[in-house]
């Protein structure tokens, strides 16, 4: 991701071999010159394969168009900013509200990080592809229902920040436009209320647990239904309302001070990294560095990990999914198919219901982001999702144990001059219990969560083989019992991504020129169950090729990429595979077999 100075202009960092030149990978490419995209004459789309919306197929109720803006040369500018205003004919309850996000761009550019806030809250990061002369297009749509109590307030402000360089060797200007779309058909999952709590005794019920669905008997959300308010963990918005972190000594706040019949928490986190740390998970440590004599300022190992605190205590923490933006690696790859997440980088979760014993007290509270051996640059927000019991002025609560044990990170390392191998091995394991006594009654939250983490890193053939393997794995459980222990809900969330990089370089044909060799996996994997319900998403992308580079740009290459995309929901299922070679779309079938998405 090419970003300006101070957000998005990051000039890609070289690792050189004393007098030679050849550049340690992944980086950072245009592909604009290259020899593929000058022969096309007409304006290709590119799309991201995702999961299908329960609104795909629908004829939404009314739609509001908000932003159509070009960003030209947008460095040292502030966010785009509009005025949110519900459409008259279309005011609230819905079923569904999708974001949809147009946009288009010619020329030479990088790609650029982007996001939208409304009302200070993020609801959509994102990334754009990277043009060509001839010009490309997409169309992203998000499912945003779990913001319905905030869109559903007018007279706020809806911000984009998209930060770019137009000059006379980047001209293109990202022409965006952003609309809402709301629906209320009956056939849509509407996040209305059963009286599961009534049935035990519990008063009106508890709408966390079960929230009416057309597939299934409990939520395979953390956010059926939608919060009944939604708190920012940002900035003031200058520079977009996300934190920027350079350093691991960052810690960043904001001081909330949260309403005092709060019943349940969710926190919400949007994270992306960029500048040298953008392609983390290949980075050598400092000894390795420092000892070659290297010029890059990539390094600090290849962990790391973002965490949450509330008054400087530590609450949670998460690696993120390595998105790779589609000027990295080999940006042949991602045409016209993007990286998993590129252009919908995924948020994360974490249950906070067992921390409100220590906020629901009128008091003011700092709520913390950092990364753990991070370097420049991360941008980070969050959202607090609250449930209000709306029968009581105050709620009782507490939390009853906290184990957060200091992350166990084991490293060894073995190197000679430039060759040699690095390993990292990462553990956390969690568990925190808290009760909340309500007009529901007194709920027990029993939050428990497990991260493991591997990375291996080769350097071969004098540094110039280089070989990056990683897997992460995470599992969070979430309880609910009753005060006469019976379990309303278990919901648990399992995460596992591996990627897998292996690159080649050597000297290219023409004068100052590195031919590139690349072969990557790269996978996200997730399964949400509860009770009886449960949903599978696997999602993979296979791609291979080499790319003839001169600096930062692409002259010459080939390249094919296959994506395989499955989803099983209850009895439910869809799985659509895609091939790419040399930017040309080969193959594109679906089904809604399940015998085809197990």
């Known amino acids: 991701m090419k970003i300006s100075f101070i957000f998005f202009f990051f000039f890609c960092v070289f690792f050189f071999n004393g007098d030679s030149e050849t550049p340690r990978l992944p980086d950072h490419f245009t592909k604009s010159r290259s020899q593929s995209t000058l022969q096309r004459r007409t304006r290709k789309e590119f799309f991201e394969l995702r999961q299908p919306l329960p609104s795909d197929h629908l004829t939404p109720a009314c739609t509001l168009p908000i932003l159509d803006h070009d960003f030209g040369n947008t460095f040292d500018s502030p966010p785009v900013s509009v005025p949110y205003e519900i459409p008259c004919h279309c005011k609230a309850p819905w079923t569904r509200v999708v974001l949809e996000v147009q946009a288009d761009c010619k020329g030479e550019q990088y790609d650029r990080i982007a996001a939208v806030w409304l009302g200070g809250v993020e609801i959509m990061r994102t990334s754009t592809a990277e043009p060509d002369e001839a010009g490309i297009f997409w169309k992203v749509q998000k499912d945003v229902t779990r913001y319905s109590s905030l869109l559903a307030l007018s007279d706020q402000k809806l911000t984009m920040m998209l930060e770019n360089i137009v000059d006379d060797v980047f001209t293109g200007v990202y022409h965006v436009k952003l609309s809402f779309l709301y629906y209320k058909d009956s056939g849509l999952t509407a996040p209305a209320v059963e009286n599961f709590g009534g049935e035990l005794g519990l008063g009106s019920g508890n709408p966390r647990i079960a929230a009416t669905r057309v597939v299934g008997e409990a939520p395979l959300s953390l956010y059926e239904p939608p919060a009944d308010l939604i708190v920012p963990i940002s900035s003031d918005g200058y520079r977009g309302s996300w934190f920027r972190i350079n350093g691991e000594s960052d810690v960043l706040t904001k001081r909330l001070q949260i309403p005092r019949n709060t019943r349940r928490a969710v926190l919400e986190l949007y994270v992306s990294s960029h500048g040298n740390d953008e392609f983390w998970y290949s980075n050598p440590p400092d000894s390795y560095i420092r000892d070659n004599n290297l010029t890059?300022?990539?390094?600090?190992?290849?962990?790391r990990e973002v965490y949450v605190t509330v008054d400087g205590n530590f609450v949670g923490s998460e690696v993120p999914y390595p998105v790779i933006f589609t000027g990295g690696i080999n940006p042949l790859f991602w045409e016209p198919i993007v990286a998993i997440g590129a252009f919908d980088l995924p948020s994360y979760d974490f249950e906070f219901t067992p921390f409100l014993g220590l906020l629901v007290d009128g008091k003011d509270h700092n709520f913390g982001i950092g990364v753990s051996y991070g370097i420049p640059f991360w941008l980070v927000d969050a959202n607090l999702h609250l449930w209000l019991d709306h029968n009581s002025e105050a709620v009782q609560a507490k939390l009853v144990r906290q184990e957060s044990p200091v992350l166990t990170l084991t490293r060894s390392q073995k190197f000679k001059r430039l060759?040699?191998?690095?390993?990292?091995?990462?553990?956390r394991k969690g568990r925190y219990i808290g009760w909340v006594k309500s007009s529901e009654g007194n709920?027990?939250?029993?939050?428990?969560?497990?991260?493991?983490?591997?990375?291996?890193?080769?350097?071969?053939?004098?540094?110039?083989?280089?070989?990056?393997?990683?897997?992460?794995?995470?599992?969070?459980?979430?309880?609910?019992?009753?005060?006469?222990?019976?379990?309303?809900?278990?919901?648990?969330i399992k995460w596992q991504y591996p990627l897998k990089i292996v690159t080649s370089t050597g000297p290219g044909t023409g004068q100052g020129t590195n031919l590139i060799t690349t072969n990557m996996t790269e996978s996200l994997g997730k399964r949400f169950a509860n009770g009886n319900s449960s949903i599978f998403v696997y999602n993979s992308q296979v791609c291979g090729g080499n790319m003839e580079v001169k600096d930062h740009s692409v002259v010459s290459g080939f390249s094919e990429t296959t994506q395989s995309f499955r989803v099983r929901e209850d009895?439910?299922?869809?799985?659509?595979?895609?091939s790419t070679s040399n930017g040309k779309l080969l193959t594109d079938s679906s089904s809604t077999s399940c015998a085809s998405s197990v």
Not at 456 to 474: P, V
Not at 571 to 578: D, E, I, L, M, Q
């Open 296 to 303: 890059t300022d990539r390094g600090n190992g290849a962990f």
């Open 419 to 427: 060759d040699g191998t690095f390993r990292l091995e990462g553990r």
């Open 443 to 492: 709920l027990t939250t029993i939050l428990s969560r497990k991260v493991k983490y591997r990375n291996e890193i080769q350097f071969r053939r004098d540094g110039n083989h280089k070989t990056i393997e990683q897997k992460i794995k995470s599992k969070t459980q979430v309880k609910v019992l009753t005060e006469s222990r019976i379990l309303l809900s278990r919901p648990f």
């Open 571 to 578: 009895s439910r299922c869809f799985s659509r595979s895609v």
